[in-house]
């Protein structure tokens, strides 16, 4: 019944190494996020896909790669992961654009502890 | 550019009410709530559309004025399920991202 779920909800990895988290929607809609929320809070775009196809790449290093293999799942990979990675990640979804008069629903979160 | 909240933190007693503004120096199409309780996800509230609006959701509505770039959200006769961290979010037009402001942190104590 979880309308955007993620997984894992914890992550504590080495420096270094590649993860990935993994997003799905079960509400239809055709526009879903990730969102990096850091130790003040500040929630903060990485990318908007929608329909599978790309239209938010906002400042991220490319260490950070998301991945959406149909409308319903965006997954984000990231490489050689550095002490500043350590964030919540949130996923979100909207019905469609990029939300000017859609509301955003936000998936659980997925913390992550770079060590 | 990022939306400025105040106050940055509020402390309430039951039953009393707030007032949280969010103010940008761009244009704005819209502007959107959101609550964010203690680990948890952020949560929408309320969106509000350029020509003026205002919202109301329970206890808990908001305002939009285009002209002055700002919105503010009110919450009457606090409870404390008010609790948390709220965001307003921010769009310049309809298909713009969602610039989200740095929270307003309100704690309701008994």
């Known amino acids: 019944d979880t309308a955007v779920s993620q997984t894992p909800k914890y992550l504590v990895t080495q420096m270094g190494n590649d993860k990935s988290i993994k997003c799905e929607q079960n509400?239809?809609?055709?526009?879903m996020y990730w969102y990096k929320q850091d130790s003040k809070k500040f929630l903060k775009i990485m990318f908007s896909?929608?329909?599978?196809?790309?239209?938010i790449n906002e400042t991220v290093p490319n260490r950070f790669s998301p991945k959406s293999p149909d409308k319903a799942h965006l997954n984000l990979h990231i490489n050689s992961l550095e002490l500043g990675d350590s964030a919540v990640y949130f996923c979100?979804?909207?019905?469609?654009?990029?939300?000017?008069?859609?509301?955003?629903?936000f998936g659980p979160g997925t913390r992550l502890l770079v060590l | 550019q990022q939306p400025v909240q105040s106050p940055q933190a509020v402390i309430l007693r039951e039953g009393e009410d707030a007032v949280i503004n969010c103010s940008s120096s761009?244009?704005?199409?819209?502007v959107h709530w959101y609550r964010q309780k203690h680990g948890e996800a952020p949560v929408f509230l309320m969106i509000?559309?350029?020509?003026?609006e205002q919202k109301g959701h329970e206890k808990i509505s908001a305002s939009f004025n285009e002209k002055k770039q700002q919105s503010s959200l009110y919450l009457t006769a606090s409870q404390l399920s008010y609790s948390g961290t709220y965001f307003c979010?921010?769009?310049?037009?309809?298909?713009?991202?969602?610039?989200f402001g740095p929270g307003t942190s309100l704690s309701v104590i008994p």
């Open positions: 979010g921010t769009l310049k037009t309809s298909y713009d991202k969602v610039i």
């Open positions: 979100a979804s909207s019905r469609r654009g990029s939300g000017g008069q859609e509301t955003q629903y």
């Open positions: 509000l559309l350029k020509g003026g």
């Open positions: 896909y929608n329909n599978k196809e790309l239209i």
């Open positions: 509400l239809g809609h055709d526009t």
């Open positions: 761009k244009a704005l199409y819209s």
